[in-house]
């Protein structure tokens, strides 16, 4: 059993910085990979970033790849998402996944424990 907690959503202009965190706790963390995933209401969720345990990445476009950064802190369970440069389109409930896998994998049907989510909102 994994649990995973989100902070560090809010309102930002476009152009500005949201740094997010997703806390996990669990006797599996050592094995999982750990990811991001965004969703707008009434919309499929979107993958966004991912890292394994080992600190191979993965992101969901090369656009997210030149203004997201992915990382963890084994040490303190954590992993983060540095998004800079946001756009009004990265506006959605941001939610923090596990998979249990040694890849940083993109799909969303290896991903078994989620959070309860962080909204960022980008706007003018």
């Known amino acids: 059993q994994v649990t995973l907690v989100e902070s560090g959503g809010g309102s930002v202009q476009p152009g500005g910085s949201l740094k997010l965190s997703c806390v996990a706790s669990?006797?599996?963390?050592?094995?999982?990979?750990l990811g991001w995933f965004r969703q707008l209401p009434g919309l499929k969720q979107e993958f966004v970033a991912a890292v394994a345990w080992s600190g191979s990445t993965s992101y969901g476009s090369e656009d997210m790849k030149r203004r997201f950064t992915i990382s963890r802190d084994n040490a303190k369970n954590t992993m983060y998402l540095q998004m800079n440069n946001l756009k009004i389109e990265d506006t959605a409930e941001y939610y923090c996944a596990a998979a249990t896998s040694y890849l940083a994998t993109m799909n969303i049907k290896d991903y078994t424990y989620w959070g309860q989510g962080t909204q960022v909102t980008v706007s003018n």
């Open positions: 669990g006797r599996a963390y050592g094995t999982i990979a």
